[in-house]
């Protein structure tokens, strides 16, 4: 009896070709997933990095703002000591001078002044706490960037590991992104 004759040659060309072109789609998702991480950090950075300079910005404004309040504390601060030598000039002024205008003018600068160091020191404030978050933000921005590179050389040297580390950074700079946020 004869044996049958299988044309395993062809079937194993047919099996070679299947396992090579899986392994290209296997390539080509993991490629689509690179790709796609990819311009997703690159939105987070840009949504951080536009969050961070509006609080840069709005840091700058309250300084000046603050600056300009305690310019105005420094002028009250003039006029009293301008109405307190007056008065004391007045009162040494043989006649009926009187220094109780002058007086009642001190007063109210010592008033006004007051509540023109408080909202200068509250500017300040407001200043510091925009500097903070525009800080936080920027180190977001840096964990996003650096997120794209490392992500980039994976697909360059295609290596998954590196591509998982560019994965971390982009949690890492969302919990920055976060405290950015919430602060």
Do not use: C
């Not at 601060?77 to 030598?85: D, F, L, V």
């Not at 950074?169 to 919430?182: D, E, K, Q, Y």
């Amino acid at each position: 009896m004869e044996e049958m004759e299988v044309p395993t040659e062809h079937l194993q060309e047919k099996i070679h070709e299947e396992a090579e072109e899986k392994l290209r789609e296997e390539k080509d998702k993991w490629t689509l997933y690179v790709a796609l991480s990819t311009a997703f950090m690159a939105v987070l950075a840009a949504i951080a990095g536009l969050l961070s300079g509006h609080h840069v910005n709005e840091a700058l404004i309250e300084q000046i703002k603050s600056s300009d309040q305690w310019n105005y504390y420094q002028s009250k601060s003039i006029k009293s000591e301008i109405a307190s030598s007056t008065a004391i000039i007045l009162q040494n002024l043989p006649g009926k001078a009187s220094a109780d205008g002058n007086k009642e003018a001190m007063e109210r600068y010592e008033k006004e002044k007051e509540a023109i160091k408080t909202k200068a020191e509250d500017y300040e404030k407001n200043s510091e706490k925009h500097l903070g978050i525009h800080v936080t933000l920027s180190k977001a921005v840096t964990i996003f960037q650096i997120a794209i590179a490392v992500s980039a050389i994976a697909i360059l040297t295609k290596r998954k590991p590196l591509w998982y580390g560019g994965l971390v950074l982009t949690i890492v700079g969302i919990a920055f992104l976060a405290l950015g946020l919430v602060g």
